[in-house]
């Protein structure tokens, strides 16, 4: 199965932008990107999913290398409510015994200071 | 609306004991899940069941059991619980197994620990 690869934690600064890189570098042609995200004594939530163009919606953006080995969430200004543990998943679309599954990897926490 | 709610949110067991997790979702989802997370680490899928009458082992199964008791309840059972099933268990809940475009609603998990 494809590997993703993000920082242990990352810092900023609330009302500014944050971007939050995730590698995968192995990733195939049929793993989606989705993002997760999971603040203090709760549950995981959806943020945003895409596939190779970049994406944008309410929450926040997925912007996706050409190559489709990288790829960045970007939160475009910061609150405190955002501070949580962010996770980039690959999703396979077709085949495999990963097919759907979600599987999780340690994230990068993200702090936010006022 | 309540999405995916789970019960107990907290409870303590000794070893030995066995117990039951409920989770419930209201969103008439096909597909449902139970993870469990440890401390400083990612999910792990413990069982799912892609839709109502089937479930398969996820990455972690091995001394746990599920029931999928109808298409809003899946519930999963410690038989003789151990102090490494000490953990958060979260239950989740999607529109399909094969949408990849669903995402998962995710409970706000079970805090338990097996002493």
């Known amino acids: 199965d494809a590997k993703t690869t993000q920082p242990n934690s990352m810092e900023s600064n609330e009302e500014e932008p944050v971007h939050l890189p995730c590698n995968h570098s192995?990733?195939?042609?049929?793993?989606?990107i989705h993002w997760y995200r999971q603040l203090p004594s709760q549950g995981p939530e959806y943020v945003i999913h895409?596939?190779?163009s970049n994406v944008n919606n309410r929450m926040a953006s997925l912007a996706i290398a050409e190559d489709r080995k990288s790829s960045t969430l970007i939160l475009h200004r910061a609150t405190l409510r955002d501070a949580a543990v962010y996770y980039c998943?690959?999703?396979?679309?077709?085949?495999?015994?990963?097919?759907?599954?979600?599987?999780f990897g340690q994230g990068t926490i993200l702090t936010v200071h006022p | 609306n309540a999405g995916v709610t789970q019960t107990p949110k907290f409870q303590v067991l000794k070893t030995g004991q066995s117990m039951t997790l409920q989770c419930a979702q209201d969103?008439?989802?096909?597909?449902m899940y139970w993870y469990r997370q440890d401390p400083g680490m990612g999910l792990r899928l413990i069982y799912y069941?892609?839709?109502?009458?089937?479930?398969d082992k996820g990455e972690v199964p091995n001394g746990y059991n599920v029931s999928r008791l109808n298409k809003r309840e899946f519930s999963l059972r410690l038989e003789s619980a151990a102090p490494s099933q000490t953990s958060v268990y979260f239950c989740?809940?999607?529109?399909?197994?094969?949408?990849?475009?669903?995402?998962?609603?995710f409970g706000d998990g079970t805090r338990l620990s097996i002493l």
């Open positions: 989740a809940s999607s529109r399909t197994w094969t949408e990849w475009s669903q995402p998962q609603h």
């Open positions: 192995t990733i195939s042609g049929t793993d989606y």
């Open positions: 895409g596939l190779t």
């Open positions: 998943i690959l999703r396979p679309h077709a085949g495999g015994t990963s097919y759907g599954k979600l599987t």
């Open positions: 969103m008439n989802h096909n597909s």
């Open positions: 069941s892609a839709s109502e009458g089937t479930t």
